[in-house]
């Protein structure tokens, strides 16, 4: 974990210097592909996944060091083939783990947050989730146990292998010649994102889609259908954590409310959207017939609201940053609590972004557990050894927070922006 955090203090920020070059490309071309509070909702959801993951916060069915134990037939001598081999293996497990959460409800759960953006770009990209708390990924890699790859290999690829596939989230880029059948390209991906009959559970593939040909679930995008971006029954928030669980949560009430003993059970592994007869008939759900005739999601929050959300992003992100940087010295029972302080920072500004009550309570629970822990150790998990101050600034932050939060939901709402916008 140690070495996944060290790697995310490089990676943070290139995917922000990346990110910033898209907008400032977009305004430049006059063809921009972000609106703030999706931006924000975007990149807190990204904050959410790496807490989640640097903690490891997981609870693992299978090992894969366990299977190649038990599985390993070859021993590839080559170390440039140990590398080649298992990175196709990654590409193909991943393929396979991408059709399960598209096909099956249970794991659309674990995916849904990722396509819950109605824009298209590189923010959208970070939209990763925190309810794959299962760790069942090991079982796809069943093909690179059998040819003995070492664990260590796999550790050092994967991260490289999720980072690869950022940059393909973005309008900016067209159709890439001869690299359409080979990578998967922005073309590719903007189809696998789109709401449009013809571009459902399309392009999964996460490198090479040469996996998608060869399966069946190729879609070449079309210039007389242009993608629509989201999800079809929209998440209608920007909280992340509950655009992580609304699915789950839906899956529950109708296992709850069906009458049919058999649905109870068998509505976990049905095709996604799949419910039971009665509750369906007696609960119908809104779902997008019509992917042109959206409208795309705005709370109604002030430029001052959304602004305010920027600082708290950017504040959240420096809390992390030193997270990661003081890894070791924190230690990890103080790691959890670290972790558990700043999700429920991330839940207030984002249910404030939804101009939602929730907002304050969280953000209240969040600057009394922040006070409380520097009131307690006299300290924040260490930064006075690199700040002499450090504390007292997270201390003033963690009182304006609150304050602030109180402020936009109960004084800011003659400030309300009615705009929105439709695909």
């Known amino acids: 974990m140690e070495t996944y955090a060290n790697a995310l203090l490089i990676a943070i920020p290139f995917f922000m210097v990346l990110l910033l070059f898209e907008v400032l490309y977009g305004t430049i071309v006059k063809k921009q592909t972000y609106?703030?509070?999706?931006?924000?909702?975007?990149?807190?959801?990204?904050?959410?996944?790496?807490?989640?993951?640097?903690?490891?916060?997981?609870?693992?069915?299978?090992?894969?060091?366990?299977?190649?134990?038990?599985?390993?037939?070859?021993?590839?001598?080559?170390?440039?083939?140990?590398?080649?081999?298992?990175?196709?293996?990654?590409?193909?497990?991943?393929?396979?783990?991408?059709?399960?959460?598209?096909?099956?409800?249970?794991?659309?759960?674990?995916?849904?947050?990722?396509?819950?953006?109605?824009e298209f770009n590189l923010a959208c990209a970070l939209r990763q989730p925190i309810s794959n708390l299962l760790g069942y990924y090991a079982l796809f890699l069943i093909p690179a146990a059998f040819f003995g790859i070492p664990d260590k290999v796999i550790a050092l690829l994967a991260p490289i292998h999720l980072f690869a596939q950022f940059w393909y989230h973005t309008k900016h880029i067209g159709k890439m010649g001869w690299l359409e059948y080979i990578i998967v390209t922005p073309s590719q991906h903007r189809v696998h994102h789109a709401i449009n009959d013809i571009y459902i559970d399309k392009n999964l593939a996460a490198i090479f889609c040469v996996?998608?040909?060869?399966?069946?679930?190729?879609?070449?995008?079309?210039?007389?259908?242009?993608?629509?971006?989201?999800?079809?029954?929209?998440?209608?928030?920007?909280?992340?954590?509950?655009?992580?669980?609304?699915?789950?949560?839906?899956?529950?009430?109708?296992?709850?409310?069906?009458?049919?003993?058999?649905?109870?059970?068998?509505?976990?592994?049905m095709p996604t959207g799949?419910?039971?007869?009665?509750?369906?008939?007696?609960?119908?759900?809104?779902?997008?017939?019509?992917?042109?005739?959206?409208?795309?999601?705005?709370?109604?929050?002030?430029?001052?609201?959304?602004?305010?959300?920027?600082?708290?992003?950017?504040?959240?992100l420096v809390l992390i940053l030193f997270m990661f940087y003081n890894y070791t010295n924190i230690g990890n029972t103080n790691l959890i609590i670290y972790a558990f302080i700043l999700f429920f920072g991330i839940y207030g500004f984002t249910s404030l972004m939804d101009r939602s009550i929730q907002g304050v309570i969280a953000s209240g629970i969040?600057?009394?557990?922040?006070?409380?822990?520097?009131?307690?150790?006299?300290?924040?998990?260490?930064?006075?050894?690199?700040?002499?101050?450090?504390?007292?600034?997270?201390?003033?932050?963690?009182?304006?927070?609150?304050?602030?939060?109180?402020?936009?939901?109960?004084?800011?709402?003659?400030?309300?922006?009615?705009?929105?916008?439709?695909?």
């Open 366 to 423: 969040y600057s009394s557990l922040g006070l409380y822990w520097i009131v307690s150790t006299g300290d924040w998990f260490g930064i006075n050894t690199y700040i002499s101050y450090g504390s007292i600034l997270v201390g003033v932050f963690l009182i304006l927070t609150l304050a602030i939060a109180c402020y936009f939901y109960f004084t800011d709402k003659k400030n309300v922006d009615s705009s929105y916008t439709t695909a």
């Open 211 to 269: 996996w998608d040909r060869a399966f069946g679930t190729f879609q070449e995008e079309l210039k007389e259908v242009p993608p629509v971006y989201g999800v079809l029954k929209p998440v209608q928030t920007y909280n992340p954590f509950l655009i992580n669980f609304q699915h789950l949560w839906r899956l529950i009430v109708d296992a709850f409310k069906t009458k049919i003993w058999s649905a109870k059970f068998k509505i976990w592994f």
């Open 35 to 118: 609106t703030l509070l999706d931006t924000v909702a975007s990149l807190a959801s990204g904050l959410t996944n790496i807490i989640k993951d640097s903690i490891g916060l997981v609870l693992v069915l299978i090992s894969y060091p366990f299977l190649v134990e038990k599985l390993a037939i070859f021993e590839l001598q080559s170390e440039l083939t140990v590398y080649i081999v298992a990175f196709i293996a990654l590409d193909f497990a991943s393929y396979w783990n991408h059709r399960l959460s598209h096909k099956i409800n249970f794991f659309w759960n674990t995916h849904i947050i990722h396509h819950s953006s109605e």
């Open 274 to 316: 799949w419910r039971p007869k009665d509750v369906s008939i007696k609960f119908p759900q809104q779902i997008i017939s019509d992917p042109y005739s959206l409208k795309k999601y705005h709370s109604g929050a002030s430029k001052y609201l959304a602004y305010w959300s920027v600082f708290q992003l950017l504040s959240t």
